[in-house]
């Protein structure tokens, strides 16, 4: 053992130890390989809460599309044939490159059908920040067989609320989306405070392959509702959403949103825009409600027909509920036409229509039993009368509803399945 | 290894210490892998909702680690066995007039110079997606998750709570609660606190 001198066995002792701080490193870095392997692989970060929020379109066939996340949180499409509501197509995965995806109560994926076998499919993507994200897009020009890559919608990349997208082919074909955006709130702690957030757009005329340029179409809207399109009898589309009039007066703007043709710039710079206000429950609150209006089109008459939830003053007492009203082409309330529908457990109403027939649909929950139910009028919404179309336990979805034509229908997705109820008739 | 434990008798003590300062050495160079692999891992699981860091005691929204979880079960045994005074504030990752509302909370216990626990309940998220969400809220003491169906929740404090937030559960020394969807008001606060 002549051989262990002091020199070398210092030296070898120095080499076992970068040895071990090597290993021990590389050991490491193998571990977080593997953790970034599997979350590459499949985008797994919400395994325990299933996020139920689901989006539906019919196709110009009939089909009946659903798009929503599965159980390991990627988005899926499922198509049913018009003669067989409910029975459902093997489910395709789709390539959405590893986003988060928000599909959880008001933020749900959609999916929409234009002309020329265009479709589309869009989600938020939360983003790192706390209440920021894109919107995101998938586009189809074979009518759903096949997506592009993911791509974001509107022009503005800050790291800020792009969130709770809606999107709507017009009688043309041009595509319009919306969405919350906060792109005018000045940096904290500058300027004078931005009340809300705002509603911005853009159009596109190829079914997604180009857009237009970002542009406002309303200050001040509340910051984490759904917001309501419907095309209008002369083919333009509107919208309304839950919008902050005054310091904190909540109730709902709309808007006819601008001829594809016409020249939409961006912001301008110090120009407020206003909507038509289209609810007065003065509900005064600095809250987030969660939940948006319902909005359709009085297809036998001008004008629409709009559901919302509202706490408003009566007798003194606040009394929340969900409402209808008719509303004029402009976006007015008409008088005499707003009532409470009879569930004071209502919530995340809509609404659809088809010449004299109106049709409200909603969830009822009571924490462990939830049903769906309708209200419908055969008299442009002069009477209803209440109708219960399901029940489930347990955790679900909001009640979703398409319409083509006059066929109409609501999609109800819980643990187990995804339900769908034809309110035509 | 073997040739290290059997020494030649007629070794000098020179050379036997120089083969126990080498063996010293081997075994700290082979344990230190453990040590850090153990040290990285441990860091890693700072963010496991099992590890419940804080308790009771404000601390700074940036050191809060870990979520508690939230059911159905726990709003009652929080009100029969939980801190007085205390606040609850119920949440969800899309409200953000949420931190607002803690905001008055938060300045109305330093305000009064009093250590009352204000907790805040994600009813939306858990794990590390509502941990990204502490640091907006200034003052916290804990956040709680609930990783189930919200009007769940909803029922077990308020049925008749609406799919409003941020909804607020003030609790006084007494055991006295108040709520109120958004902001409480100064009345509010100041029966909570005095």
């Known amino acids: ?425 | 290894m073997m040739f290290l434990n059997n020494l030649p008798r007629n070794m000098d003590t020179s050379q036997l210490k120089r083969i126990l300062m080498f063996k010293r050495y081997l075994c700290f160079a082979l344990l230190l892998p453990l040590f850090v692999v153990q040290n990285l891992k441990a860091q890693d699981h700072k963010h496991d909702p099992k590890h419940n860091t804080v308790n009771g005691q404000s601390v700074s929204a940036r050191k809060l680690s870990s979520t508690e979880t939230f059911h159905e079960k726990s709003w009652a045994q929080l009100l029969k066995s939980g801190p007085r005074p205390a606040a609850y504030l119920f949440t969800t990752t899309y409200c953000s007039t949420c931190p607002a509302a803690f905001d008055v909370l938060h300045h109305a216990v330093k305000e009064k110079g009093q250590a009352v626990p204000l907790m805040a309940v994600m009813m939306d998220a858990s794990g590390a997606k509502a941990l990204r969400h502490a640091s907006h809220f200034k003052g916290i003491t804990k956040m709680y998750a609930f990783d189930g169906f919200e009007p769940e929740i909803r029922q077990s404090v308020d049925p008749a709570w609406p799919n409003v937030t941020p909804y607020v559960v003030m609790i006084d020394a007494k055991g006295n609660a108040q709520k109120v969807i958004g902001p409480p008001s100064p009345e509010m606060l100041k029966r909570w606190l005095y």
């Not at chain 1, 096949?146 to 709507?168: G, M, N, Y």
Request: proline letters at 5%; a positive charge.
């Open chain 1, 1 to 425: 053992m002549r051989f262990l001198n002091k020199t070398w066995v210092n030296g070898m002792a120095l080499g076992l130890l970068l040895l071990g701080i090597g290993t021990a490193l590389n050991a490491n870095a193998q571990s977080a390989n593997v953790h970034n392997a599997n979350s590459h692989n499949k985008p797994m970060k919400h395994a325990k809460r299933i996020q139920l929020a689901t989006g539906a379109a019919l196709a110009p066939d009939g089909r009946l599309w659903v798009v929503g996340l599965n159980d390991r949180g990627q988005m899926f499409l499922q198509s049913s044939p018009a003669q067989a509501l409910g029975q459902w197509s093997a489910p395709v995965i789709l390539n959405t490159q590893q986003d988060e995806i928000a599909a959880d109560g008001e933020s749900r994926p959609k999916m929409a059908f234009g002309p020329n076998g265009w479709a589309v499919v869009t989600y938020t993507q939360p983003l790192p920040k706390p209440y920021t994200g894109f919107v995101r897009m998938l586009r189809s020009a074979d009518g759903g067989q096949s997506f592009s890559a993911p791509f974001t919608v509107h022009q503005d990349r800050q790291e800020i609320t792009h969130r709770f997208e809606s999107i709507l082919f017009d009688a043309q074909g041009n595509l319009h989306t919306l969405w919350i955006d906060k792109r005018d709130l000045p940096p904290k702690g500058v300027g004078p405070k931005y009340i809300g957030a705002a509603v911005y757009g853009n159009v596109s005329k190829d079914g997604g392959a180009t857009f237009g340029p970002d542009y406002k179409l309303a200050d001040h809207s509340c910051e984490c509702c759904r917001i309501a399109m419907s095309n209008t009898a002369d083919g333009k589309v509107a919208a309304v959403w839950r919008h902050v009039f005054g310091e904190q007066t909540r109730d709902h703007g709309f808007a006819l949103l601008p001829a594809a043709s016409s020249t939409v710039s961006s912001t301008a710079q110090g120009q407020t825009k206003i909507p038509v206000r289209s609810t007065f429950d003065n509900w005064q609150i600095n809250a987030c409600p969660h939940h948006g209006p319902g909005l359709a089109s009085n297809t036998s008459q001008t004008g629409f027909h709009m559901v919302w939830f509202g706490i408003r003053k009566q007798d003194g007492q606040d009394v929340a509920g969900v409402r209808y009203a008719r509303l004029s082409a402009t976006g007015e309330p008409l008088l005499n036409t707003l009532k409470t529908i009879p569930d004071p457990r209502a919530e995340h109403a809509d609404v659809l229509s088809h010449k004299q027939r109106v049709v409200v649909v909603w969830r009822s929950s009571d924490g462990s039993t939830s049903t769906l139910k309708a209200w419908i009028s055969e008299d442009e919404g002069q009477s209803f009368s209440v109708k219960v179309l399901g029940q489930t336990q347990g955790p679900n979805d909001h009640p979703r509803l398409v319409q083509r034509a006059e066929k109409m229908l609501v999609v109800w997705r819980d643990t187990k399945e995804i339900k769908v109820y034809d309110v035509s008739q």
